[in-house]
């Protein structure tokens, strides 16, 4: 089994006039020309239907499930309009409230969202709202993912290239320390390895046993330091704790980071499997 597991709702914006916005902003920045490169050699189909056009390519990916994560609470909506479409193939991520609000019970909110809505985990933004990951905003959640064996993942390092906010100011996954071993039964993932903090991640990731990492956004932005950061992680953790998860903002590229994996020398098929899928599958209960 493969399973997506940090995947965002695809906007129905036509990949090429994507590419040419993007242009202006990135013109001359390696990845932007690598990713646009790669992306010829990617067929897709022709629908207006951004559900159906991501499904093609997850399919072409031999993808079999996909974690969807909201970036903000309304998303929470789409999110399950998404599941609906094709229930067998994603899986929901619940966005908590994530700023001070006294019109609302946020325990009773997360609680509800999990054991009557459906919702499979949390994605946790805290880091796009100026808050670090040691907010006490988080503690409801851990709590919520203790109780009802569902994994977090958080928002660490760095954030899509063009966004305008401080976020890495807030990104570090230092902060996890604080709190991981209070809740020991709280699985947490560290989106994007953590990078540029990446050897706290996998320190983390090596002290405590409910930590892991996902390599989201890397195969596409760095493709060669990738290969580094699996190495280092592979030495000190070895690669049952990471997983796979591609980022991409369009469904085309998804089939991009997952061919990173299809001519790698430096891990062994069974290793590979599991970066891909399988340790998503024992962490979801699958």
Request: aromatic fraction near 12%; charge should be neutral.
């Amino acid at each position: 089994m493969r399973i997506d597991f940090h995947c965002h709702l695809f906007q129905p914006i036509d990949t090429k006039r994507m590419q040419e916005a993007g242009a202006i902003i990135f013109q001359e920045y390696g990845f932007y020309e690598r990713m646009v490169n790669n992306l010829q050699n990617v067929k897709s189909i022709d629908t207006s239907n951004i559900m159906e056009k991501a499904i093609f390519h997850f399919r072409n990916s031999k993808i079999d499930k996909v974690v969807l994560l909201p970036v903000n609470m309304k998303e929470n909506q789409d999110v399950k309009k998404w599941v609906e479409f094709a229930p067998e193939i994603f899986i929901p991520f619940y966005n908590p409230p994530e700023k001070s609000d006294n019109t609302i019970d946020v325990k009773e909110e997360i609680k509800r969202a999990i054991t009557e809505e459906g919702f499979k985990g949390f994605k946790i933004m805290l880091t796009f709202r100026k808050k670090r990951l040691n907010d006490q905003l988080i503690y409801p959640v851990l709590e919520a993912a203790q109780k009802f064996k569902v994994p977090i993942v958080m928002h660490c390092g760095y954030p899509p290239p063009g966004t305008r906010r401080n976020v890495l100011t807030y990104s570090n996954p230092i902060y996890i320390d604080e709190f991981a071993g209070s809740f020991p039964k709280a699985n947490i993932v560290i989106t994007h390895m953590g990078y540029p903090f990446t050897d706290i991640a996998i320190a983390l990731a090596a002290q405590y046993p409910n930590i892991y990492l996902d390599l989201s956004n890397l195969a596409y932005m760095m493709p060669s330091r990738l290969k580094e950061l699996l190495i280092r992680a592979n030495e000190v953790i070895g690669v049952h704790k990471i997983l796979y998860g591609s980022d991409a903002n369009n469904p085309e590229m998804i089939e991009i980071a997952v061919n990173y994996f299809e001519n790698i020398d430096f891990l062994n098929d069974k290793e590979i499997e599991k970066i891909l899928g399988l340790n998503a599958a024992k962490l979801l209960n699958l």
